[in-house]
């Protein structure tokens, strides 16, 4: 069954996030969507993530598409006018990937191409528009296509410190939805009563809502989120068991799997993040009993 009908029929889904490599060495990408099949119902693919300079994400998922894996594609509006936005989503449409996740291009300041300039032809709301005006059969041009698409359109929320925070972003995430995004990627979950806070708000979006479940590798890692993101709540507790842990990479492992399980009965779905760690994915998943 397709994402876009597993979503329709409020099933749960598991998504995982796999970026292409810098360059044209595809076989690790290739290895782990394989070791993957059977086990996620799609793999997303970031395009340009943090501004730096990979394959594009059009590429990485026809190499899912190619492995047996639906893919998920990001598109911006940082890094390409309304032509050539259009021009891709149409391409990516017939080679096989008919999902979507419009996000926000993370600032350039922080790129590996400083000097690169951000495009910004259209905003989120416009470029969800465009996709909705594809699927009716015309550009945003109001030229009528040869054969239109059929594309499933997702968005993000950005990660929040506090409540005010919160309400801007389900502010932005209903006008999203109510221009035609049919689901939505939460930031991490490290603190389920939290996160069920979060849902109890987010409940009348109407729509999916697929937590991010990220992949602690390390109590430096653990440490950082902590001091750089005050908003993600990983709490001293979780930081003690981690450091008293004689193997912090399994407990890592084993952290996912719990925090899957627990957000299972709360959303219809999960996303895994592990940056660079996709082969653990299938332990991931294993601990949580999927």
């Known amino acids: 069954m397709s ?36 086990r996620v119902d799609a793999i997303i693919v970031p395009d340009m993530d943090n501004g730096i300079m990979r394959m594009s994400a059009l590429a990485g998922g026809v190499l899912m598409q190619q ?13 390409r006018n309304r032509m050539a936005l ?15 996740i419009v996000v926000h291009g993370e600032d350039m300041s922080q790129s590996d191409h400083i000097d690169a ?4 032809d259209l905003t989120e709301i416009g470029l969800i528009d465009a996709i909705q005006s594809l699927n009716k059969g015309k550009d945003i041009g109001g030229f009528d296509l ?34 035609g995004c049919s689901f939505v990627i939460t930031p991490p979950v490290f603190d389920i009563d939290r996160f069920t806070t979060f ?18 590798k390390s109590l430096a890692i653990a ?45 219809q779905g999960v996303m895994l993040q592990t940056l660079g760690w996709e082969h653990r994915i299938p332990s991931i998943l294993d601990a949580a009993g999927l």
């Open 3 to 38: 994402f876009q009908k597993r979503l329709q029929a409020n099933e749960f889904v598991v998504l995982a996030e796999m970026n292409t490599p810098k360059g044209v060495n595809i076989s690790r990408l290739v290895t782990d969507a394989r070791r993957m099949k059977g």
């Open 67 to 79: 492995q047996g894996v639906e893919a998920i594609i990001h598109v911006y509006c940082r890094d």
């Open 86 to 100: 259009q021009g891709d989503i149409l391409a990516a449409h017939v080679l096989g990937i008919q999902n979507l």
């Open 117 to 120: 300039k951000p495009v910004y």
């Open 146 to 179: 040869d054969g239109a698409p059929s594309l499933t359109t997702g968005c993000t929320i950005a990660p929040y410190a506090d409540d005010k925070a919160l309400d801007v972003e389900l502010d932005a995430a209903r006008k999203m939805i109510a221009a």
């Open 199 to 216: 849902m109890e708000k987010a409940k009348g979006l109407g729509v999916p809502i697929i937590p991010t479940i990220f992949l602690i």
């Open 223 to 267: 440490q950082y989120i902590t001091n750089s993101e005050p908003g993600a709540h990983i709490s001293d507790d979780l930081i003690r068991r981690i450091r008293k842990s004689p193997n912090r990479e399994t407990e890592g492992i084993r952290i996912a799997g719990e925090t899957i399980a627990a957000v299972k009965t709360l959303a």
